[in-house]
């Protein structure tokens, strides 16, 4: 593959945009026992690209570090995912849902 069509391949593969929220509940390192409904709330980060460019999201649980996380939820969203909703979340995760490792 030449060098010039293996850029377009990539950047192809590259997502659009990378929001950076901070999530402020729960708070970092909280448990949550399976099958409990729990509040997610996030706020906007400060970097680049703002919350306000942006539509819509996806919500995962992932265990594990920053180096190895490993998905293993993703949350069906009551709102469809739009930013416009709102900054604040109700989610369950499924009892049973979790890893064997580490955080999880």
């Known amino acids: 593959m030449r060098p010039f069509n293996a850029l377009y391949f990539f950047a192809a593969l590259c997502p659009l945009a990378l929001a950076d929220v901070e999530f402020t509940v729960p708070a ?21 690209p703002s919350i306000s460019d942006l539509t819509a ?39 049973g849902t979790g890893g064997t490792g580490t955080n999880a």
């Open 28 to 48: 970092a390192g909280a448990s949550v026992a399976g099958g409990t409904a729990f509040t997610v709330t996030w706020t906007d980060s400060g970097t680049a």
């Open 57 to 95: 999201y996806q919500l995962f649980l992932e265990s594990g570090s920053n180096t190895d996380p490993q998905q293993l939820y993703q949350f069906a969203l009551t709102n469809g995912g739009l930013f416009s909703a709102g900054s604040t979340i109700t989610v369950t995760v499924p009892v």
